[in-house]
């Protein structure tokens, strides 16, 4: 059971090249959520899918867009990178059972937009 | 949105100290979360709060959820070096409701224990 898991790692950028950040969870979860951590900001949602085959826009969704492929995977898309974009980029998904309500976070891709 | 506000923002202290921290919000929720960050990790759920006047622990590590439901506090008793990290308060994105699990994030505040 490998949680939530996100590739890449690490990935450097040229401005205007593009990319996708791969998620998937394997806690058939059905809903996910991508987002970005600069310093001194916290983490912003920038998309999330409430369930397979829906997606909706968080607060910071300008530049980005994403896909729900199927239940497990959640991909964010950079068509056209730009250096405000460099940041750390977190996955997550929601676990809600009882009374307890919250996500669980993969490891983060650290993207470098030079 | 909604918006948290966390402090201090960082702190310094020397093993074995206690630490006090806390999230303020303009808005009422039902919900309080604290995360920890490890150093090149995602954030993991520490405590979880729901209700006014709640006060929970987990270990060191003990939150309460403000009587006013716009704050909320989390101290860590007799700290270690693993304690290292960014603690960040995290809250339903809509008041009054989760809508699709969607949080709203305090900015953070970065831990440093010296042994």
């Known amino acids: 059971n490998a949680g939530v898991t996100q590739t890449p790692k690490f990935q450097v950028l040229k401005t205007g090249q593009s990319m996708t950040l791969q998620c998937a969870q394997d806690?058939?979860?059905?809903?996910m959520y991508w987002y970005r951590q600069d310093p001194g900001m916290g983490l912003r949602l920038i998309y999330y899918s409430a369930s397979e085959g829906t997606t909706d826009k968080g607060e910071v969704p300008n530049g980005y867009n994403v896909s729900r492929l199927n239940k497990r995977e959640f991909s964010l898309r950079l068509e056209s990178a730009a250096p405000s974009q460099t940041s750390v980029y977190f996955c997550?998904?929601?676990?809600?059972?009882?009374?307890?309500?919250?996500?669980?976070f993969g490891p983060g891709t650290r993207l470098t937009v030079l | 949105g909604q918006q948290l506000n966390q402090s201090p923002q960082s702190m310094f202290i020397q093993e074995g100290e206690d630490v006090s921290m806390n999230c303020t919000s303009s808005?009422?929720?039902?919900?309080w979360l604290w995360y920890k960050q490890d150093p090149g990790e995602g954030p993991v759920l520490l405590i979880a709060?729901?209700?006014?006047?709640e006060l929970t622990s987990n270990g060191r590590l003990t939150a309460q959820f403000g009587i006013t439901r716009k704050d909320s506090f989390l101290n860590i008793s007799a700290s270690i070096p693993s304690d290292v990290g960014i603690y960040f308060c995290?809250?339903?994105?809509?008041?009054?409701?989760?809508?699709?699990?969607?949080?709203?994030f305090g900015q953070g505040t970065i831990l440093t224990v010296h042994p």
């Open positions: 995290a809250g339903p994105a809509n008041a009054g409701g989760t809508s699709y699990g969607k949080l709203t």
């Open positions: 808005s009422i929720f039902n919900t």
């Open positions: 709060l729901y209700k006014a006047g």
């Open positions: 806690m058939n979860h059905n809903s």
């Open positions: 997550a998904s929601r676990y809600l059972a009882d009374s307890l309500d919250t996500q669980y």
